[in-house]
């Protein structure tokens, strides 16, 4: 059974800094994207960044480049968000998807495609 686990989420201050989680299990995940995205109250999903799993190249969203960096650690199958510089609309629920198909991610990504996360909050406080 395929997973992936998110975990990291919580509350924090305007300007400060969050790492996020996501213990990836069940396959082998060579040729998949791994992506984050996330989702505020009434809002649609949004693209954050994503990875590649076998070279490590990365994308980022404008919204998120220079402040946030996403890698991965193949050998314990992690993937991770540092998130720096936090502000409010960084608000919202982040998911961890992965996808074959890397401008899917990068569209909003499909729930019915690929593999999700339950997601973790990341609250900012202004």
């Known amino acids: 059974q395929v997973k992936l686990v998110e975990s990291g989420g919580g509350l924090v201050q305007a300007g400060g800094s969050l790492r996020l989680s996501c213990a990836a299990s069940?396959?082998?995940?060579?040729?998949?994207?791994m992506g984050w995205l996330r989702q505020a109250p009434g809002k649609e999903r949004q693209f954050v960044a994503d990875?590649?799993?076998?070279?490590?190249?990365?994308y980022y969203a404008n919204s998120v480049k220079g402040r946030f960096t996403v890698s991965r650690d193949k050998a314990a199958n992690m993937v991770y968000l540092q998130m720096n510089s936090l502000n409010s609309e960084d608000t919202a629920v982040y998911y961890c998807?992965?996808?074959?198909?890397?401008?899917?991610?990068?569209?909003?990504?499909?729930?019915?495609?690929?593999?999700w996360g339950q997601g973790t909050q990341v609250t900012v406080s202004s």
């Open positions: 069940g396959r082998n995940f060579n040729h998949f994207y």
């Open positions: 998807a992965a996808d074959f198909q890397p401008d899917r991610l990068r569209a909003g990504g499909d729930r019915d495609e690929g593999y």
């Open positions: 990875v590649n799993w076998i070279d490590g190249s990365t």
